[in-house]
């Protein structure tokens, strides 16, 4: 399987910028696994004052909060979509965001990229961030 790259993303500025606007984040594929990127990843920024959304087929609450079958099921305003789900989601959970009037950023964790969705959220005004793990950028942005 051939690797890709992210061509569509976000500079540092761009990064910076995004991380000190938002303030609500829906999870995709947030895991209860306490071991899980998901979960460490989330735990972090909910401790860093945002408020998270886990999204995940099999648990019913996570970090204390109310676990959601899908995107548009949440029915508070989201400013952020972080996607810890395969590639191959990441098109679908664009469209659902898309469905949405609220988000304004669509994020991929480490090693995730989908150039064409990631272009479509783009060309739809949303800001893009691929392959960026939330926390070590968060984290950089603190200093």
């Not at 984040?25 to 972090?44: H, Q």
């Not at 810890?84 to 991929?108: G, H, M, N, S």
């Amino acid at each position: 399987m051939e690797c890709e790259f992210p061509t569509v993303n976000s500079n540092n500025e761009e990064v910076i910028d995004i991380l000190k606007k938002i303030k609500t984040i829906a999870v995709m594929g947030l895991s209860p696994d306490e071991s899980k990127a998901s979960f460490y990843v989330s735990k972090y920024m909910q401790s860093q004052g945002y408020k998270i959304y886990p999204v995940y087929p099999k648990a019913d609450e996570i970090l204390g909060e109310k676990v959601y079958r899908s995107l548009s099921d949440i029915p508070e305003p989201i400013d952020c979509v972080n996607i810890f789900r395969k590639p191959a989601a990441i098109a679908t959970i664009v469209d659902e965001a898309l469905r949405r009037d609220d988000v304004k950023v669509i994020w991929t964790q480490m090693g995730l990229v989908n150039n064409s969705a990631a272009e479509k959220a783009r060309q739809s005004g949303l800001d893009v961030v691929q392959s960026k793990c939330l926390m070590v950028e968060h984290k950089a942005m603190k200093g």
